[in-house]
T-cell receptor, first 118, second 115 residues
Framework: GAVVSQHPSRVICKSGTSVKIECRSL??????MFWYRQFPKQSLMLMAT?????????EQGVEKDKFLINHASLTLSTLTVTSAHPEDSSFYIC??????????????FGPGTRLTVL | AQKITQTQPGMFVQEKEAVTLDCTYD???????LFWYKQPSSGEMIFLIY??????QNATEGRYSLNFQKARKSANLVISASQLGDSAMYFC????????????FGAGTRLAVHP
């Protein structure tokens, strides 16, 4: 199956700083990528849909000014957590769909980024 | 509104036995897809199996099978011959047409396989 990478895998930052997380599709072009957040022992919550060449679509309740998403190319989407606070500490996972894959439209997930804000 | 429900927060099974993880869904969309993912402690999401709303037969992938009952809006995952490595969180998810095919996830079921 297709491969999606995330960088960094783990980041610790001070409160008030900004953190950028990269999501890359390694062997396919992804016009659409998705960003999820997962708190400990909870499910994945979709934050936003990242569209190449256009603005991201945010889910209700997600602050677009706090979670900046840029889908600059067909293989890269970035999530920037601006002015991070301890309550932003979470596991962030991206996924991408390979449009060339027919059938089930499976989403391929990155390995996730664990963010800890001190 | 679309909704996925997993009512079993935790399940345990004896090694080599079969186990069923429950999933019910709600949607008014005639076209949708149902997925099961496994998430071990490492955090990666591993795709297990997919069922399309128009598929006539239940999906199977190795030891995984999906008991799809459309009228009941249920899509239970059956794992046969459980192995110790099956211990993980399991999430049911639904993709519905429109909205760039985004997925919504159930709360998850933690499966523990005992030797």
């Amino acid at each position: 199956g297709a491969v999606v990478s995330q960088h960094p895998s783990r980041v610790i930052c001070k409160s008030g700083t900004s953190v950028k997380i990269e999501c890359r599709s390694l062997d396919f072009q992804a016009t659409t990528m998705f960003w999820y957040r997962q708190f400990p022992k909870q499910s994945l919550m979709l934050m936003a849909t990242s569209n190449e060449g256009s603005k991201a679509t945010y889910e209700q309740g997600v602050e677009k000014d706090k979670f900046l998403i840029n889908h600059a190319s067909l293989t890269l989407s970035t999530l920037t957590v601006t002015s991070a606070h301890p309550e932003d500490s979470s596991f962030y996972i991206c996924s991408a769909r390979d449009p060339a894959e027919g059938g089930n439209n499976e989403q391929f997930f990155g390995p996730g980024t664990r963010l800890t804000v001190l | 509104a679309q909704k996925i429900t997993q009512t079993q927060p935790g399940m345990f099974v004896q090694e080599k036995e079969a186990v069923t993880l429950d999933c019910t869904y709600d949607t008014s969309d005639p076209s949708y897809g149902l997925f099961w993912y496994k998430q071990p402690s490492s955090g990666e999401m591993i795709f297990l199996i997919y069922q399309g709303s128009y598929d006539q037969q239940n999906a199977t992938e190795g030891r995984y099978s999906l008991n799809f009952q459309k009228a009941r809006k249920s899509a239970n995952l059956v794992i046969s011959a459980s192995q110790l490595g099956d211990s993980a969180m399991y999430f049911c998810a639904m993709r519905f047409s429109g909205g760039y095919n985004k997925l919504i996830f159930g709360a998850g079921t933690r499966l523990a396989v005992h030797p």
